[in-house]
């Protein structure tokens, strides 16, 4: 007996009445179900990525020619600032959300959230977050000091678009507190009995990482925003130097947040892509718990590395250094994490389909973000590029070609559970060529464009710069048309597509233990662990100890493998994998 | 080889287990509200974090502070304020434990006592702002005393409004008893937050 199957008969799924049936008006109105709302921040993200995306290719065709000769300069600092500003508020940072969401209580076994209500309710602010951000284009003075909104610049520009971008992204800030708030608490107290915590999935791993740093560094986030917002309106001099005030300070509550959002946007698409490497090469994850305690390290080294934003902001030498040092070293975790997916990779049975695809172009791209996110923490380097499109270019390879690719991946691997049906694999591999070609067209440009000098931020360039910006034009131009293949394909086979079993893809973890899409309760009895999460290929599955063990054997990676059982002599991985 | 996984005896051990198991499944949600307020007022509690960081900060990049020509701060009366607060607290909590002895009506008492503490603080709050000789955008301490304090008022506010809430409820016999009392606790935590972080305010703002 294979583990899948061992997992499967061990668990039932709910067949009484038709599964998972639920009315299409369900997802446009007020629902606790933590998988409608799971879908619900899908795709409403989706489609602030959509907006954004229009943002970023009329900011690209501006930037097609040197001279200012498409939109006006007022208009294209607000398109900057707003494409920013939707990207990360209102698409990477609630997908992860969403995923979390749908997966989440399927994951640990348990029937929803731990306060549905509130998962309604942080769900229902992104909406009007969204639409208020949109609404300030039109009333003609919407934001564009950045998406950074540093005082004093914000404090002069234009002040109803200032004050619409503070309620917003104070907006945004409360629904992803409250999210984090339901993770948590889901996480600690809804388990399954029987999975400890080291029987969880990775992508409950790195929820739990992303959540800790949500709630910790959310609050600081708002209450910068409060002061700035007091400077604003009330007229107030806390970030303004000419009553006193010290811009520098907003800029540390600012990165505070900023930062570790930056983790909160990568963190639970590490988690998914740890779910999907495993399942996809049909081999147990190596180092289980390095990965899974490198997002606790990743979320710790999180917080304490803020002020590599500013190294060119007048902050003292010594203070440099500290973040300086902070800032390389979160390049450890994060490639014990990197590893750890090669080597599950090393030597697996890979199936090269989409969603596989995606995540080895995540592991890929992110690794030239996460690369050029090292040479940007050294102070010397970073103050010769800081503001230029080097930074640009590292911050989309990391967002772009780690967060965006990781939601894509994600999509195509939980579709089936999400929907019950299949993509299609062929349109599915088009996207993916698509993207991959233009995401690199677009930035990796950029990294040459930063070292020759090009700053970010500005309409108008050398005509030097010319080539290098039309190329990348054109690259945003492939990434759009990239989503229409996707689009397409999703509604085709949401409506269309093969039916997809409850177990397409033979995985080991608990989602894939119910029907697909998942019943109203998500499962009719307790669902059992009748093996690890990543127990993929071993043989003789049907001989050993249970996880209901007093010392359970830690089911997950060749370690655990070596450690299973201690009478016979300690196999190899050679001899494990010639057993296979 | 080794013993990833389950053996089939104790599989179908297991299978047994489950249909047992789904009855508790079933069952009425276990009560998670406790553990969720203590995770959100860690939320809160940054939020004060972050004031109180920008306030120091401020504090230290000033060549003097307050800067010159503030007028010097009152003692008495939010010293007295303070003590009220604190004091509030304790009687608080001799409402939490009334009603773990399954008294309610001691913990109605108790909860109106702390409710007007509370609004004690609040209108003695009122009263100092509008004695104060410096205004909103005096200086940038004048600034930060009115945003904290008020910040903080505001959530004094909303604790008292929580506890008039439970007490309002607390009319319904039966509804908070020894064993069912998560209202009054709630409220009994949210109140002794306020508490921890206007003691800090204070040491921040009037005695450092």
């Given at each position: 007996?294979?583990q899948?199957?061992l997992?499967?008969t061990a668990?039932i799924?709910?067949?009484?009445e038709?599964?998972g049936?639920?009315?299409w008006?369900?997802y446009?109105?007020?629902n606790?179900?933590?998988?409608v709302i799971?879908i619900?921040?899908?795709?409403t993200?989706f489609?602030f990525?959509?907006?954004?995306?229009?943002?970023?290719d009329?900011?690209?065709?501006e930037?097609?020619?040197?001279e200012?000769?498409?939109?006006?300069p007022e208009?294209?600092?607000?398109?900057?600032?707003?494409?920013?500003?939707?990207?990360?508020?209102l698409?990477?940072?609630p997908?992860?959300a969403?995923f979390?969401?749908?997966l989440?209580?399927?994951?640990?076994?348990a029937?929803?959230?731990a306060?549905?209500?509130l998962?309604?309710?942080?769900f229902?602010?992104?909406?009007?977050?969204?639409?208020?951000?949109?609404?300030?284009?039109v009333?003609?003075?919407?934001?564009?000091?950045?998406?950074?909104s540093?005082?004093?610049?914000s404090?002069?520009?234009g002040q109803?678009g200032?004050?619409?971008?503070?309620m917003?992204v104070?907006?945004l800030?409360?629904?992803?507190?409250?999210?984090?708030?339901?993770?948590?608490?889901?996480?600690?107290?809804m388990r399954?009995?029987?999975?400890g915590?080291?029987?969880?999935?990775?992508?409950?791993?790195?929820?739990?990482?992303t959540?800790?740093?949500?709630?910790?560094?959310?609050?600081v986030?708002?209450?910068?925003?409060?002061?700035?917002?007091?400077d604003?309106i009330?007229?107030?001099?806390?970030f303004n130097?000419?009553g006193?005030g010290d811009?520098v300070?907003?800029?540390?509550?600012?990165w505070f947040?900023?930062h570790?959002?930056?983790?909160?946007?990568i963190?639970?698409?590490?988690?998914?892509?740890?779910?999907i490497?495993?399942?996809?090469s049909?081999k147990?994850i190596?180092?289980?718990?390095?990965i899974?305690?490198?997002?606790?390290a990743?979320?710790?080294?999180g917080l304490i590395?803020w002020?590599?934003?500013?190294?060119?902001?007048?902050?003292?030498?010594?203070?440099?250094?500290?973040?300086m040092?902070?800032?390389m070293?979160i390049?450890?975790?994060?490639g014990?994490?990197?590893?750890s997916?090669?080597?599950?990779?090393?030597?697996?049975?890979?199936?090269?389909?989409t969603?596989m695809?995606?995540?080895?172009?995540?592991v890929?791209t992110?690794?030239?973000g996460?690369?050029?996110?090292?040479?940007?923490?050294?102070v010397p380097f970073?103050i010769h590029?800081?503001?230029?499109y080097f930074?640009?270019a590292?911050?989309?390879?990391?967002?772009?070609?780690g967060?965006?690719?990781?939601?894509?991946?994600a999509?195509?691997?939980?579709?089936?559970?999400?929907?019950?049906?299949?993509?299609?694999?062929?349109?599915g591999?088009?996207h993916?060529?698509?993207?991959?070609v233009?995401?690199?067209?677009?930035?990796l440009?950029m990294h040459?464009?930063g070292?020759?000098?090009?700053n970010r931020?500005?309409?108008?360039?050398?005509?030097k710069?010319t080539f290098l910006?039309?190329i990348c034009?054109?690259?945003?131009?492939?990434?759009?048309?990239?989503?229409?293949?996707f689009?397409i394909?999703?509604i085709?086979s949401w409506l269309y597509?093969?039916k997809?079993?409850n177990n397409?893809w033979?995985?080991?973890?608990?989602?894939?233990m119910?029907?697909s899409?998942p019943?109203?309760?998500?499962f009719?009895?307790?669902p059992?662990?009748a093996t690890?999460?990543y127990?993929y290929g071993l043989?003789?599955?049907?001989?050993?100890v249970?996880?209901?063990?007093p010392n359970?054997?830690?089911?997950?990676?060749?370690?655990?493998?070596?450690?299973?059982?201690?009478?016979?002599?300690?196999?190899?991985?050679?001899?494990?994998?010639e057993?296979r | 080889?080794?013993?990833q996984?389950?053996d089939?005896a104790k599989?179908?051990?297991?299978h047994h287990?489950?249909a047992?198991?789904?009855?508790?499944?079933?069952?009425e949600h276990?009560?998670?509200?406790?553990?969720?307020?203590?995770v959100?007022?860690i939320?809160?509690?940054m939020?004060?974090?972050?004031?109180?960081?920008?306030y120091?900060?401020?504090?230290a990049t000033?060549?003097a502070?307050?800067?010159?020509?503030?007028?010097?701060?009152e003692?008495?009366?939010?010293?007295?304020?303070?003590?009220?607060?604190?004091?509030?607290s304790?009687?608080?909590?001799?409402?939490?434990?009334?009603i773990k002895?399954?008294?309610a009506r001691?913990a109605?008492i108790?909860?109106?006592?702390?409710?007007?503490?509370?609004a004690?603080?609040?209108?003695?709050?009122?009263?100092?702002?509008?004695?104060?000789?410096?205004?909103?955008?005096t200086?940038?301490?004048?600034s930060?005393?009115?945003?904290?304090?008020g910040?903080?008022?505001l959530?004094?506010?909303i604790g008292?409004?929580?506890?008039?809430?439970?007490?309002?409820r607390?009319?319904?016999?039966?509804?908070?008893?020894n064993?069912?009392h998560f209202g009054i606790?709630?409220?009994e935590?949210?109140?002794h937050?306020?508490?921890?972080?206007?003691?800090?305010?204070?040491?921040?703002?009037?005695?450092l």
């Open positions: 007996m294979t899948a199957q997992q499967e668990n799924p709910a067949l009484s038709e599964p049936i639920r009315k008006q369900d446009f109105g007020f606790t179900d933590h998988k799971g619900q921040y899908l795709v993200t489609i990525y959509c907006i954004g995306g229009v943002m970023a009329l900011v690209r065709t930037l097609r020619t040197p200012v000769d498409f939109v006006t208009v294209y600092n607000s398109l900057f600032t707003l494409h920013a500003t939707i990207m990360i508020f698409w990477i940072v997908a992860g969403g979390a969401n749908f989440i209580p399927l994951m640990i076994g029937k929803d959230m306060f549905p209500r998962n309604a309710v942080a229902w602010m992104i909406p009007p977050a969204g639409l208020l951000l949109i609404a300030s284009l009333v003609g003075d919407a934001p564009d000091a950045g998406w950074t540093y005082p004093p610049l404090l002069v520009t109803v200032e004050g619409i971008w503070i917003s104070l907006l800030g409360t629904s992803s507190i409250l999210g984090a708030i339901n993770f948590l608490v889901t996480l600690l107290k399954i009995p029987g999975m915590v080291h029987q969880m999935p990775l992508f409950c791993w790195a929820m739990f990482a959540s800790a740093l949500t709630l910790v560094s959310t609050p986030l708002a209450a910068g925003l409060i002061l700035l917002a007091f604003l009330a007229g107030t001099t806390f130097p000419t006193g811009p300070v907003y800029q540390h509550m600012f947040y900023s570790p959002a930056v983790y909160i946007m963190l639970p698409f590490f988690g998914a892509i740890s779910e490497i495993p399942v996809h049909r147990p190596f180092g289980y718990k390095a899974a305690y490198s997002s606790l990743i979320s710790f080294l590395v002020a590599h934003h500013m190294f060119t902001s007048g902050i003292p030498g010594w203070l440099r250094m500290f973040f040092i902070t800032t070293i390049a450890v975790p994060t014990i994490k990197i590893f997916w090669l080597a599950t990779m090393w030597g697996g049975k890979i199936r090269l389909n969603a695809l995606f995540a080895i172009g995540f890929g992110f690794v030239i996460g690369i050029s996110g090292v040479m940007l923490a050294a970073d590029v800081h503001d230029t930074v640009v590292h911050l989309h390879y990391v967002l772009f070609g967060s965006v690719l990781g939601i894509y991946a999509i195509y691997h939980w579709f089936p559970k999400m929907t019950g049906r299949m993509v299609n694999e062929f349109w591999k088009v993916f060529a698509l993207t991959i233009g995401l690199n067209m677009t930035f440009p040459k464009l070292l020759m000098g090009m931020r500005i309409a108008q360039y050398d005509p710069f910006n039309e034009t054109y690259g945003a131009y492939i990434l759009a048309v990239s989503t229409f293949p689009i394909n999703a085709w597509g093969e997809a079993g397409p033979r995985a080991l973890t608990l989602e894939w119910t029907t899409p019943a109203i309760e998500n009719d009895q307790t059992v662990l690890g999460p127990d043989e003789n599955a049907n001989e050993g249970p996880l209901s063990d359970p054997v830690l089911s997950a990676g060749p370690n655990s493998v070596l450690r299973a059982d201690p009478d016979e002599p300690y196999p190899t991985i050679e001899s494990e994998l057993k | 080889m080794q013993s996984t389950i089939p599989t179908e051990l297991n287990h489950t047992e198991a789904s009855v508790g499944h079933h069952e276990p009560d998670h509200r406790m553990f969720g307020l203590v959100f007022l939320a809160e509690g939020i004060f974090m972050g004031l109180f960081g920008a120091l900060a401020f504090r000033l060549p502070w307050p800067p010159a020509g503030t007028p010097e701060l003692l008495l009366l939010p010293g007295v304020n303070t003590i009220n607060l604190i004091s509030s304790f009687v608080m909590h001799n409402a939490d434990t009334a002895k399954n008294d001691g109605q108790w909860l109106a006592i702390t409710a007007a503490m509370g004690i603080f609040l209108v003695g709050q009122v009263y100092e702002y509008t004695h104060l000789e410096f205004g909103l955008t200086n940038l301490f004048a930060a005393f009115y945003v904290l304090t910040f903080h008022g959530h004094v506010t008292v409004l929580a506890i008039v809430a439970v007490l309002w607390s009319r319904l016999p039966g509804h908070y008893s064993e069912k606790e709630a409220a935590i949210y109140w937050f306020v508490d921890v972080i206007w003691i800090i305010l204070f040491g921040l703002l009037y005695l």
